[in-house]
Nanobody, 120 residues
Framework: QVHVVESGGGLVQPGGSLRLSCTVG???????????TGWYRQAPDKERELVAA???????NYGDSAKGRFTVSRDSANRVVYLQMNSLKPDDAAVYSC???????????WGQGTQVTVSS
């Protein structure tokens, strides 16, 4: 069974950095390459939005909020996806969730999410 686990959230001051990790378990490396992985976030009273998505061929799509400040990367051998977040702002505070979606079958898996708080 595929499962997704995020880690790395926490409290950071404005202007600070955090690195989130997303581990996709229950799949081999050869199967993982068929999954597009993405980070999404949802703040209270707001819609969930795409932060960044990356495929096994390193095709990347950033949401507007992430461009220029966040970097997504993927370690396919270990089935881990990272989100490096720099120059964090209070508006970046949200629950960040990782998604793994099979490119062919559209099987879709979400983690529990990790809270990011940006405050002085």
């Amino acid at each position: 069974q595929v499962h997704v686990v995020e880690s790395g959230g926490g409290l950071v001051q404005p202007g600070g950095s955090l690195r989130l990790s997303c581990t996709v378990g229950g799949v081999s490396e050869s199967i993982f390459k068929f999954y597009t992985t993405g980070w999404y976030r949802q703040a209270p009273d707001k819609e969930r939005e795409l932060v960044a998505a990356i495929t096994s061929t390193n095709r990347i799509n950033y949401g507007d909020s992430a461009k220029g400040r966040f970097t997504v990367s993927r370690d396919s051998a270990n089935r881990v996806v990272y989100l490096q977040m720099n120059s964090l702002k209070p508006d970046d505070a949200a629950v960040y969730s990782c998604n793994a979606k099979h490119q062919w079958t559209a099987e879709d898996y979400w983690g529990q999410g990790t809270q990011v708080t940006v405050s002085s």
